[in-house]
């Protein structure tokens, strides 16, 4: 329907301005689920992006934006911290986590995601120290993949299903 159309991409472009760079908060709340959330543009946080999707209801969030064709590009985020805490994301897409820089801006990143199963690759270095409370709660966590050298110990085995 045009119209529907028309209203989406009003709502679309106004929240998702050309020049926003704040994302912080942007996505809290189950109001943003599969049958709302499709972003027309990149969305590219610099800075905070702390509880960014946290609480969110959208599930499968990696390919809702295949979907609508737009990225979501963490490579200018200083902190994500509960970026996805308690939500009931189960995919999630590449994440580059290398500008965060103290325990707290990982700080429960992935935090109560009971539903989460799959992170497609986060980037790090070994500038980043990984909270160990970024996965706590993460128990049906299957599938993620690592790039870059992580800089300490990271013990995923008390919160996931990792082998």
Request: with cysteine; glycine share 6%; charged share 25%.
């Amino acid at each position: 329907d045009m119209g529907k159309q028309a209203e989406r991409d009003t709502f679309w472009d106004s929240y998702q301005s050309a020049s926003r760079r704040n994302w912080t908060n942007a996505f809290q709340d189950q109001s943003w689920n599969d049958t709302t959330f499709y972003p027309k543009h990149d969305i590219k946080p610099v800075g905070n992006a702390g509880a960014m999707f946290r609480y969110t209801g959208i599930t499968d969030l990696e390919g809702r934006l295949n979907e609508c064709g737009v990225v979501l590009d963490t490579s200018q985020v200083t902190s994500l911290n509960n970026a996805f805490g308690e939500s009931i994301v189960t995919k999630i897409p590449t994440l580059d986590i290398r500008n965060c820089k103290t325990e707290q801006d990982t700080n429960g990143m992935f935090a109560g995601c009971y539903s989460l199963k799959s992170i497609s690759k986060i980037i790090i270095d070994e500038t980043v120290p990984l909270n160990t409370r970024a996965f706590i709660n993460c128990i049906a966590l299957e599938d993620i993949t690592f790039e870059g050298t992580i800089a300490a110990d990271t013990d995923l085995h008390r919160n996931t299903v990792l082998s």
